[in-house]
């Protein structure tokens, strides 16, 4: 069998010639690649828009995504309160599509936090596709605590303590502020998942009212 003479072959000749003038070629096109890749843009019309969550305080906005057949309208407490929506779905800006919705976070601020007393606080996650919220949230509702209560058409499972009874409950506290109130329950297909905060006694019950009395 012949022997290439390596020292003088043309392969090494080959060889050399693309580690020579390829490497630089290749290197220069991957940077090339760098240079002229562009992310995808944002919608810049609004700040708050991410590709994977939209964020508003306009009700009619998030009604433009979702409709108004979520209880969206009765999540404006009070005059004094701002209501922030944001939306969470699984595909790339679906927004508009309800098969890829994951939940609809809902706050209700009631104002500044006083230096000696916080405001008041409510927050609601809907949950589309059978989701659970946080573990602590789920954990309050089994507790000893936990009652079913019929309020209008809905079967609400709800859980209220204050600072004085925590304790018994197997909690640290009720929070920052005196009274701590979870609740869940189902309207048109999603699971709600409520906690108020408040010092007010009557502010976790005044809030299922508003909600879901008729």
Known sequence: MKKYDWENSQL?????????????????????????????????????????NKE?????????????????????????????????????????DMDCWESLHVTVDFGEDQPDRPANQVSCTICFNGDLPAVGMTERLREPSAVI??????????????????????????????????????HNGADYYLSTLSDDPQFFEETLESLLAV
């Open 12 to 52: 090494k000749t080959l060889l050399a010639a693309l580690c020579i003038f390829g490497a630089p070629l290749l290197l220069a096109f991957l940077l090339a690649l760098a240079i002229l890749y562009v992310p995808p843009e944002k919608d810049t019309n609004d700040p708050n828009w991410c590709y994977y």
């Open 56 to 96: 508003t305080q306009s009700l009619d906005v998030i009604e433009t995504f979702c409709g108004d057949d979520w209880l969206l309208d009765r999540f404006t407490l009070t005059d004094n309160c701002t209501t922030t929506y944001l939306l969470s779905v699984s595909e790339w800006k679906a927004f508009f």
């Open 149 to 186: 209560r019929e309020i209008g058409n809905y079967s609400v499972t709800c859980s209220e303590i204050s600072s004085a009874n925590a304790e018994q409950y197997g909690s640290a506290s009720a929070g920052p502020l005196e009274y701590s109130g979870v609740a869940s329950f189902s």
